[in-house]
Structure formats: C-alpha cells, structure tokens
C-alpha cells in the first residue's frame, strides 16, 4: 500500500542489508590485500566498468519502466472497479424504480445487486491475494449464495454470474427494460474484463530471463567496481563501493517489489483500503449511513497477519 | 495552473534556495581545506562522478516522464470533463423537447439538469483540493438538494445519483424514450470514470521509495562533486558545483511539483479556470448569457487564500 | 503545414541566427584572451562538459518527445475529426431516406446538415488559430443560422448545438428512427470530444519550469564549451563551438515549433487545407462536384495573411 | 513487405554505397595529410565526437522509436481492417436471413455486400500507394457501380456510402431491424476510421526540421571522426572510420524506410497479401472455396512493376 | 511459458554457447599474439569501443523495448480472450432463459454455445502454433460441426460464423430478444478482433534490417573489444571480455525469443494453459463441475513433443 509517508524505510533498506554487508567486506578485502601485499596490477583502468554501466543503466532503466507500468496498470484496474462499480449502482438504484407498488420484492432486489457488488470487489480483492475468495462474504450475501459461488474455482465470476441471473430475472419481471438489462450487462463486461486484467498481472512474471541476466550483469560490474577504485584511494574506497552499490541494488529491488502489485507487500496496490471506500460509497448510495468501521492501518495489519 | 508566463519563477527557484546556499557553503569549505592544508589526496578522478551521472541522469528521466504522465493525465481528464458537460447538455437540450404543452415543467427540468452540471464541476473541483466540496453549490442547486447530497462523503457522486434519478423521473414523464435515458447514462459513465480517474491521480503518490532513493543517489552525486573538481579549479569551483546542483536540484523539484496536479500549487491543473469556462458554455446553451464574473487570475487567487 | 519538401529552411536557420553570431563572438573574445595574455589556467577538463553533456541530452530528448506527441496528438485529432465528419455525412444521407413524398423538405434537410459539418469544420480552425470562428459560415449555412451562433462564444459547439436540434427535430417528423438519433448523437459526442482536445492541447503549455530549465542548462553547458575545447584547438575552435551549438540550439527550436501545433507556424497542423477535404468528400457524398477552389499553398497564404 | 528472410540486403545497403565510399576516400584523405605532410596538431581529442555520440545516439533513438510507431500503427490499422471485414461479413450474413422466400434476392444482397468489401480493401491498397483506385475493381463489383464510385475522388469512401445505402434498402425491405442496420452501420463507421488513420499516416511526414537537422548533425560527427581516430591508428584507419559511419548511416537508412509505411518500398505494409488473404476469408463465408490465385511474392512482383 | 521459476536456464545460455566459446578462441588468440610478438600497436584507445557502445546500448534498449511490447501484447489479447470468453457465456446463460417449456431444445442450445466457445480457444491456440486447427475439435463440437469447418482456412473464424448463425436462430426462435443478439454480436466481434490481432503479432516480424544492423554492430563490437582491453591486462582479459560479450549477446538473444511470442519456444504466451482455464471457468458456469485433466506443465510437454 502506497500511501503518504508511511513506507517502512527500514523495511525497504533491510531488504538489502546482507547484500551491502557483503559488498563492504568484499571491498575490504581487495584494498587489504592491495595495500598489504602491494599487488598493482589488480587495477583496471575505469573505463571498463562505465562501458557496463552504460548498459546496466539503460537495461535497469527499461526494468524500472515496465515494473512502474505494471503496478500503474493495477492501480488503474482497481480505479476502473471503483467506478464501474459505482456506476453500477447508479444504475441498478435509478432503472429500478422503488415507487412501484410491489415494492418490498423490489427494494430487496436493489439492496442485493448492491451488496453483491461490495462482495465481489472484497472477493477479488482476497482471491488476488492469494487468500479464500469466500472468507468475509457472508456479511453482505446470503447464506444460499455463499452456498452457490463455494461450488466455482473463481469465486468473483460466480458473483458475477449471480449478478447477470437476476438482471435476467428483473427483466422478466417488468422491473427493468430490454436496454437497461443490455446496458447493466455492459457493466458487467467491463467489471469482468477488470478481474482478468489483475488476474493476468498476478499470472505473468516479468521475463524471468531478463531479470536473471540484470541481475547477473550488475553484480558483475558491482564486483568489478573495488578494482577499478583501487588506484585512487585506500579505505576510503569501502564506503564509496558500498555507497554506489548499494544505489544499483535498491534500484533493482525497487524494481522488483512494483512488478508484482498484487503480492501482499508494503508497496502493494491498497485493494482492502480501496474497497471499503467502494463499500461506503454504495451504502450510502442504499441509504444506509452505517459505514464500515475504518480501524486505521487496515492495509498494514493486513500484512501484519 | 499553467497559463504561460505567469509561473512565479521567483517561488520555483525560492524553493531551492537552501539546498544551493548549502552546497555553496559545503563545497567552500572543501576549496579552503584542500588549498589551505594543501590536502591532495582529497581530490577523487571525475570518472567517479560520472558513472553516478549516468544512472542518476536516467532516473530524473524515468521520473519526469512519470511525473510529466501524470500531469498530463490529469489535464486530459479535465479536458474531458468539459467534452462530457458539453456533450450532456447538448443531449438533454435536444432530446427533452420544448416545445410541447406541460412546457414549464420541462423547462424546469432542463434547466435544473444543466445547473447540476456546473454544480457538479466546481464540486469535484472543490473535493479534489481537499476543501468542502459542497461550497458555493448552493449559487447552482436547489436547497433541498444540497441538503441530499450533504449527508453523502463523496459530493459529486451524489450529485450524479441525483443526475440519474431526475433522468428516470424524465423517462417515465415521455419526455426522453428508452434510448435516450440509456445514452443519456452512457454519459453519466464517462463522468463517474473522470471523477475516479481524478481521485485515483490524486491518492496514489509516486512510489516513495523510488523518490526517495533517487533523493539519496543526487546528493550523495552532488557530495562527490567538489572532490573531482578540485584538482581543477580553485575557487571558481564553487559556482560551477553550485551551478550543476542547481541543475539536478531543479528538475528533481519540477518533477515532484508536477507528479501531484491536485496540490493546490501554481503548477496545478487549473480546475477553477476550466470550471468556469464549462459554467459560461453551458449557460449559454441554457440562453443564459448572463456570465459568470471572470474575475482574472482566478486559479492564482485560490493560492493566496 | 508540414507537406514534403516545403519547410522553408531559412526560416527555421534564421531563427536561431543571431543565438549563432553571439556564440561566435562570445568564443572568438575567449579564444583572443586565452591566446594574447597566455591564461593557461582558463581551460577546463572536458568531463565536465560530459557530465551536463548527458543529463542535458536526456532532458532535450524527454522534451522532443514530449513535443513531438502533442503534434501527433493534434494530428490524429483532426485526422479523427475526418473520418467522424465523413461517417456523419454517410449516416444523414443513408438514414434519412429521399425518396419519401416530402422529399423536398428533406432533401433540404440533408443538405443542411452536410454543409454545416463543412462549416464546422472552418469554425473550428479558425477558432482553434485564434481568428474569428465566424469569417465565411455565410459561404456554408444561412444567415439565421450565423446570426445564432454569433451569440456563443464557443462557435464550433453551437453549431453542434444546431446539429442536434435538427436531429430531435427529424426524429419527430419520422426521418429518422429512434436508434437512428441516438447513432447520430454519439457521432455528435465525438466531434465534441474532438473539439474539446484541440482546445486542451491549445490552452495548456509545456510546464514552462521545464522549458525554463532546460534553456538555461543548455546555455550554461554552451558556456562552458569553448573553455574545455580551448586547450586541442586555436582559432578552429570557433566554427567547432558554433557547430557543437547550433545542434542543441536547433533540436531546442524544434521542440519549442513542435509543441504548440494550432500556433500559425510552417509546422502547424494544416488545418485549412483537411478542412477543404472535407468540403470536397462531403459536397461529393452530396452529389455536389463543384469543388472548393484549391489554390496552391492554401495554407502558406495563410500565414502571410 | 516484411516477411522472414525476404529482404533483399543488396538492396538495403545498396542505399548507402555512396556515402560509404565517399567517407572512405575522405578518410583516406586525411590518413595521407596527416602522415605525409606530418600536420600532427589536425589531431582532436577523442571526447569532442563523444560529446556529440551521446546527442546524436538519443537523437537516433529517439527518431528509430517514432518511425517504428509509425510502422506499427500502419500494420495495426490493416489488423483492424482484416477483423472488421469479417466482422462485417458475419453480421451481413447471420443478420440478412436467407431462408426466406424472396431469397434470390436478399442472396444477391448479401454476396453483393461481401463482395463489395473484397473490392474496398483492394480500392485503398491501391489509393495509399497512389496508384489508380478504380483498378481491377471490376472483378468484384458490378459495372454500374464502378461507373458511379469513378466519379468520386476517394473510391474507398464512395464504396463505404454504397454499403451504407444498401443497409438502408435492406432495412426498408425488412431483411435488417433496426438495431442490426445501426449495428452494421458502427462497423462501417470503424471501416472509415481505419481508412482515414491510413491517410494521415500517408500524407503526414516526419517533421522535416527533425530529420534534417539529425542529418547534419550526424554527419557533422562523422566528418570528425577522423581527426579524433588519427593519433592512434594508420592506414587501418580507414575501415575502423567506415565501419562505425556505417552503423550510424545505416540506423537513419532504417528510419527512413520505416517511417513511410504506404511508399511501395520492400519495407511496405503488405497490403496486397493482407487484402488477398481477407479476399480467401469472405468467399469462403460465402461458400465461394474458388480461393484467389496466390501467385508467390505478390507484393514483391508490384514493386518490380 | 513463463511461470515463476521455471525457466530452463541451462536452455537459455546453452543458446548462446558457441558464441561465448568462439569470442574466447578469439580473445585468446589476440592475447597470445600481443604478448608472444609484442605487438604493441594493437591496442587501441577504450574510447573507440565506448562511442559505440552507448549507441548499441541504446539500440538495444530500443529493441528490446519493442520485443517486450510485442510480448506483453499478446498476452493482454489472451486475458481479453479469457475476459470476453467469460462474458460471452455469462450473456447466453443469462440472456436464454433455461426455465421455457422447451427448455431441452433450449439447454442444449446454451451448452452448445458454450463449448463451441471453448473449442475456439483451443483452436485459435493450435492454429497460431503453426499446428492443426482442428486437432481436438471433436471434443467439444458435434461432427457435423467439426465437418464444417474444416473446410475453412482458418478455423477460429468458422467457429465464429457458427456463432453468429446459432444467434441469428435464436433470435427468430425468440430466445433472444434485438437487443441481446446484437450485445453478443458485440462480444464475437471482441473475440474477433483478438483472433485478428494474434494473427497481426504472429505474422508480422520485427524489422529484418534493425534486428540485422544491430546484431552486426554488436558483433563488430564486441570484435573492437579484446584490442581495446589488451594494454591493461594478460591473459585475465579472457574472462572479462567473455563476460562483457555474453552480457550483449544475452540481451539480444531475449530480444529475439520474446518478439515472437507465438513460436513454440519456453518464453511463448502459455495460451494451452490459458485455455484450460477458460475451459475449466466455462464449465463450471454450465454447472459441468468434471474439470479437463490439469496434467502439470501441460505447456511443458507440448515443446518437448
């Protein structure tokens, strides 16, 4: 979850600290072994290391550009389900009218396309995360239904699926027309193409070769980095090594944390956050100004767990 | 907001003008070290510098690009907005007609969907500023509908809720066929997806870590400066480190103010100017040519409150 | 207008002219002092050129790209304002039938509404290069007609306006279905949305601390130029220098030419001449093949106007 | 035409044997001033074409991307054209029932339409490639209406309009409802669209000041470069100079061959083979397996004529 | 196939064995005539290869930005195949209305569409493998069906005729209502345009002359390499050189197998997986709740066959 201020640094500078101590004693070594046994043909000329830097700098570039366009695609996706479902509701509380006379069966009906559509934004929302689908849903559908999508791999389709049955059923029933079903369903298709987006971005890894092979050419030039210093400077150089190091290999994992925006990380996209404003949106929408408590931190917890 | 030549360059370059008086003063102090104690081995090959430059050069790239992304997203929503207000008119202008016999309902009814429309603008433009959305709606709307739309967190979805039932009331009045509620809908769509686009630019922050590690690489680039021109320079040096800080200072801090066009800087997307423009189109459409008091550098005045 | 083989190249070399001469002058006077008073220590590495060469290669590239996509943007406009322009042309004529008894009344119905897309078309272009949207309707639409939209200040959209009264008022008399109007409309939806782009790219700058910084950058690296280069070369040096700066201050030019496409520049989408292909496509679709005359460099005349 | 292993290489670096040997006796020009006549201070260091490598480099990159995007879009348009003539194929033919008792005629109808799309794909290959529209398509339609479309000066829009009347008549006749004919009429709309995004990309040229000045500048860069090789290197050289001034000749070669996707250059769009293709997919639809003859290299035999 | 993890890596760099071996022959052999004859003049300065190197650093940048488009593409078009598969289901199920009287005729008509809609999947799958189409069919299509279509040239498309015609006969059967044909007409234009646009990917290569001048470029690159390196080190050069090499040779390597995303390799777009997945989803929405056999790497064992 990305939200002002509240990235865990030490989180994030942790994730490196075994690498960086490595690199810090590896230097040492070479400048020990330089200094005290006086081998100077251990320098390379600087030169080297710029031509790979060149190179990595453009390759980690290119990865940085592709995983920031992953994650900006979730969040895009989870943007579009905010508001389709918010058109959807706008939808199925304006077509269906509640003045009619038989409006109890009527108002009943509003009130579950409505709480479907919470259901299904926090199903989605657990099913990407690799968690059960099922957990949590009883509390805004019933029991029968819970009973029904339990049956489907892909639990959000089933709501789905439940959603179009009963438009099906409102149509026959006068409450809606031939068009507004046809437009409703098209909102339907616009929330399904959403879940299969996210669940292409959680189903394709980053070419792992590409991956592999920055991964291996900037420890390479990392590893090659002591050499080139040596001449210059003495101990000092640890820090300096270290330093830029260390730029490299936060880059990478920057890299490697965004491309997978849907994996229960810190810099995950905020889909609970997300959907309990979907939630307080649609009751208020129904009327129902009772909102979900908004305990603080639900996105850290979440991680906590 | 960006009209050109009204960008107060004194405020842009005011915003760095601690960060260059420090690097100013530090780089000083290395000149009088190295020329005073005659410190020779302080002076570290430009090579060191510019393999830093490289990356570092590449990432304030990647992220004026994402930061330009934004900005530019921001502006073609707005530029949206006013397509989709326009367009809304045009269809409830035409397909509600006139001329028929209860005609000062609908008259009424027209000119009451045009003036949400306005509402609708500042409102969003109000909520996406932080501040009350529900200022100033009552110069638009009735004072029962403020009253509604109060009780709801999110203003101009509630404005839209109200958009829709007004557009079913129409429908089963005969004054708009089935197609044309259906259209009509089609419309509201758009503006529910420009009002979450906004909001989506506006809660997801650039990612943290990746600002903030381009933060420690420049400075600690710009620390490294003044020992790899030592060598070269006496204390001339100290307005060329300042004049390449400077340089990277400054697109860092571009890229920051443009990354969040919501932020109430002059960098912003100008939504009270845009409003504004849609409140004269549409009014005119509604024969009212009575137009709102452009009071100039409205956006600017915004600012200074 | 950008048509083969006809930019006129003075022009755009004369542009950067007298920026030329002073870098000249500016290289010869250092070169002199350098030479004659023998100031050794005036000459700097050419790193440091290096270093700014790279970042401010980068951020022209990030800026001709930027630039490059507004022009191709406005270009796609208007090649979209075309195909919708000759799509609304093919659905009036095929929609609304004239071989019904009253096919004089809707004969002049039909025409009607071609010849106003023509002149929305001239409106828009006019509107869009700062002229009066009105000068020439009279040639395509009555004088009731431009008595009208001479109230609005936003010409193009009350032509729009009057498109879509005519088409409330044919699916009253029964010309068109109500599919029809509604198909009709949404062509109507996209050349507003197209009018509503041009107008964005029109009214929102470059980030003018962008263009600002990368100007000064630039200047400042040119600066330096001719001290890194005044240790290999005598008075060579000052065709060098100049060439060196001409190429920065060229690709700068062309970004600044580039990004304000509707700016009555030679680079300038042509928006007159499309217009005239328009009224060509459409007066034949029309059965009307007394074509507009073209006189050559229709656009050129413009800009000597 | 681009397809595996079929590009004539003799032909592509045909294209720059001039200027390869042109640098090559330049070079060896200077290799023979320099050595005979011993001018050692001709030398200039290595990092003046560096300096300019990177500007030039970025420029390249920059230019190669935009011809590639053109390209592509060309090769994505003719996708789309290829899955809407059999979109609309499928409609015409599920939509238009043919049991019915009339059904001689509506069979006419319908192959008439299919048939009339075959000559619309074949009518804007040929008018992209400035040659005459109206040829061959007699084989596809009747002569009638190749007399009337003769007198259009865009064949492909005149077909469109002779689709669009045909649906009109069909909707009269009762063969389509309503919302097939408007179904019908949006794939004719997206037809339309694709043949006017063809003519933008055709008569849109790459901003000539761009191309012009990255040629001067590149060549500019190779007439240093031997001045910056002469120092190390004797007669050898000459193929080093080549080599590189090649590799840069050869990248804006590229471009420019890419960026003109419609200019009957091997590196073409293959419009013949891809309307050939749709043409054995129609008449398959139609139950017509008298397929095309494919003569091998179809789009290769044109260029030769 | 790219699962996490599961990347034959000894494949991936056994690809570029020969390669690496050669450049180490070759590198070798540089060495051992530098030291054993003392030639001394062939070295050449680093610079040489670094003005190179940043343009084929770039140019590879360029294409490898350009393979992982091509690839990411075709895995977006799968997700909308997976996306409008779904939806396509979910509209016959709840459109056709099971509860009629005639519901058997009815039950099987759904039943039909839906695995008629899954043997598309596998079709288009095997077709765009350069395999059989039809391999399979008779699994979830009748005879009669799988007889029909084989007289087609491309399969998927014959499916989607099939499609079409059953819609159409719902529609006189009263099954359907105007409205839902022409809404499911709409998602099989979707499912065409996907099919049309795998075909685009699959038939169009990556510009011969591009992938050829890079591929020499870096070659001759990476032949300027050992001369450049030889003055700092002996024998150790090996290594290096062979490391740096394998770095480029990687990266176009990648490039190429990732450009082709349809070609039977280990990188290719999982499609049988993906076609599992929908037959599995499909399935359970007809209430089929016996799944296809989920053999493990079933992307795996069709390259091994």
């Not at 709480?115 to 099913?127: H, K, N, T």
């Not at 669940?199 to 590409?210: D, G, H, L, Q, S």
């Amino acid at each position: 979850m990305l939200l002002k201020n509240n990235i865990p640094f030490k989180y994030v500078f942790g994730k490196i600290k075994y690498e960086v101590l490595l690199v810090a004693v590896y230097t040492l070594i070479i400048v020990i072994l330089h200094d005290r046994f006086n081998l100077k043909h251990m320098a390379i000329p600087l030169s080297v290391p710029m031509i790979m830097g060149t190179v990595i700098s453009l390759l980690l570039a290119f990865r940085s550009n592709q995983a920031y366009d992953r994650w900006w695609e979730a969040r895009t996706i989870w943007g579009a389900i905010v508001n389709d479902s918010r058109s959807f509701t706008r939808q199925v509380l304006s077509f269906v009218d509640d003045s009619a006379y038989e409006s109890e069966e009527i108002n009943h009906f509003r009130e579950r396309m409505v709480r479907r559509q919470i259901a299904w934004c926090y199903a989605l929302s657990q099913s990407l995360r690799g968690l059960d689908g099922k957990d949590g849903l009883e509390k805004h559908i019933s029991k029968r239904e819970v009973a029904y999508v339990s049956r489907f791999a892909n639990i959000p389709m089933a709501l789905l699926d439940l959603h179009a049955r009963d438009l099906n059923y409102a149509l026959k029933k006068g409450w809606l027309n031939e068009f507004q079903q046809v437009t409703l369903d098209q909102t339907l298709s616009r929330l399904c193409d959403a879940m299969g987006k996210c669940e292409r971005i959680k189903n394709t890894v980053f070419p792992a070769t590409y991956s592999l092979y920055i991964h291996f050419a900037m420890n390479f030039f990392i590893l090659l980095l002591p050499f080139a210093l040596i001449e210059y400077f003495g101990l000092i150089e640890v820090p300096l090594v270290v330093a830029i190091a260390a730029s490299f290999l936060l880059i990478e994992k920057m890299a490697i944390h965004l491309q997978d925006p849907f994996d229960n990380k810190p810099t995950d996209t905020p889909m609970t956050t997300i959907s309990r404003n979907i939630e307080r949106d649609l009751k208020q929408l129904l009327n129902d100004h009772h909102l979900p408590e908004t305990t603080q931190n639900v996105d850290h917890k979440f991680y906590v767990m």
